[in-house]
């Protein structure tokens, strides 16, 4: 099992330019989660979905956006990069909600935007 | 004030010191998680515990739930323990986690 796997790795974006982040897993999951995290600051949550075909926002929304369209993947899309979103990119899931399951992250994305 | 506190912010030992990472959190939950960052980034799931202790291997992790606190131990520590601790509950909307800023820690040789 490859557990949660994170695409790409690394990324430089200039402003403006748009991208998207691709989380897969293949634990059947229902739940998966986009985190952000950055210095001086706790992991926050961008985005999350319950379960294929159903999205969520998080604490920190703006400027993203995800879809599920199937169950093992979770994408987070950049329409319009900006300064403010270079950050590391954490992809998650877990098998039941409200926090009550472990979690299993990916090894995020190193996001850049110049 | 923060909803997730740990302390302390960073931490240096020597091998082989018992290590004690704690958590305090302002909101009502009914798990709490310890996570482990290593230095590479990635995130690994240690503990989710909603009452008393658990134990895996050299880690214990304790909770408090009338006191809405948290202990994270380490005995014998190794320089491979050498990472950033994270504390997060499910105190959040829909129940997702809220995350502390995370303890590094640092064990020398």
């Known amino acids: 099992n490859a557990g949660v796997t994170q695409t790409p790795k690394f990324r430089v974006l200039k402003t403006g330019q748009s991208m998207t982040l691709l989380c897969a897993q293949d634990?059947?999951?229902?739940?998966m989660y986009w985190y952000r995290q950055d210095p001086g600051m706790g992991l926050r949550l961008i985005h999350y979905?319950?379960?294929?075909?159903?999205?969520a926002k998080g604490e920190v929304p703006d400027g993203y956006n995800v879809s599920r369209l199937k169950k093992q993947n979770f994408l987070l899309g950049l329409e319009s990069a900006a300064p403010s979103q270079t950050s590391v990119y954490f992809c998650?899931?877990?098998?039941?909600?409200?926090?009550?399951?472990?979690?299993?992250f990916g090894n995020g994305t190193r996001l850049t935007v110049t | 004030k923060n909803e997730v506190e740990q302390s302390p912010q960073n931490l240096t030992a020597q091998e082989g010191e018992f290590i004690t990472i704690n958590c305090s959190y302002s909101?009502?939950?009914?798990?709490l998680h310890w996570l482990q960052q290593h230095p590479g980034g990635g995130i690994v799931s240690l503990f989710m515990?909603?009452?008393g202790k658990k134990k895996h291997g050299r880690l214990i992790a304790t909770i408090n739930i009338q006191e809405k606190h948290s202990s994270l131990h380490i005995t014998a520590s190794h320089p491979r323990d050498s990472a950033v601790y994270i504390c997060?509950?499910?105190?959040?909307?829909?129940?997702?986690?809220?995350f502390g800023k995370g303890t590094k820690l640092s064990v020398k040789p």
């Open positions: 998650a899931s877990s098998y039941s909600s409200k926090g009550n399951s472990p979690l299993h």
């Open positions: 634990m059947n999951h229902e739940y």
């Open positions: 979905s319950v379960g294929e075909g159903t999205t």
């Open positions: 909101v009502g939950i009914s798990a």
């Open positions: 515990l909603s009452s």
């Open positions: 997060a509950v499910n105190g959040g909307s829909q129940g997702n986690l809220i």
